[in-house]
């Protein structure tokens, strides 16, 4: 294999490991700072790209429906090219984030919200029961737990 065929498939994988949010934020930087405004940026991707207005709307839309829509490595790579920057800087920036991203608590995320509302305090009186009772804990206190928990149920659904 020679220099370029390497670099087209970690380009790939670089892609497929990409989540659709982290690449959305660093493609409505790169295009912000390519002069483009928010108000004209779709028309402005779905010129370059040539796809049409819902396609895009579709790749940059964050709904859980249209979540499996990343935009394609094509479109990236038109874009790139007409801001004239390199498509591994794009990426190195995805990568940044995604690694960033295993250690973030997402607090809106539905794992997070059923630990609050149905578990936490029978697993507070469980474990540290002695500290008094869950309502009575500082807004900290309880934050902590959570996090805590969240963390623990994280790793346990990344091993199965």
């Known amino acids: 294999m020679n220099e370029y065929e390497k670099d087209i498939i970690k380009l790939l994988e670089l892609y497929k490991k990409a989540e659709k949010r ?7 930087t790169v295009i912000r700072n390519g002069g483009i ?24 839309s964050n709904t859980s429906c249209k979540y499996q829509y990343k935009i394609s490595l094509y479109a990236v790579c038109k874009i790139a090219v007409a801001l004239e920057i390199s498509v591994w800087d794009i990426f190195k920036d995805v990568s940044i984030i995604n690694e960033k ?7 809106r995320d539905k794992l997070y919200w059923h630990l609050r509302r149905k578990e936490a305090a ?16 500082s807004k900290d206190v309880q934050r902590k737990f959570l996090d805590m928990l969240y963390l623990e149920r994280r790793k346990e659904q990344e091993i199965l």
């Open 22 to 28: 982290s690449l959305n934020k660093i493609l409505n």
């Open 122 to 137: 029978k697993i507070w009186e469980s474990r540290c029961g002695t500290y008094g009772i869950w309502e009575e804990q």
């Open 101 to 107: 991203k295993g250690t973030e608590i997402d607090r």
């Open 37 to 60: 405004k928010r108000n004209g940026k779709n028309k402005w991707v779905c010129k370059v790209t040539g796809s049409p207005h819902g396609t895009v709307c579709t790749w940059f």
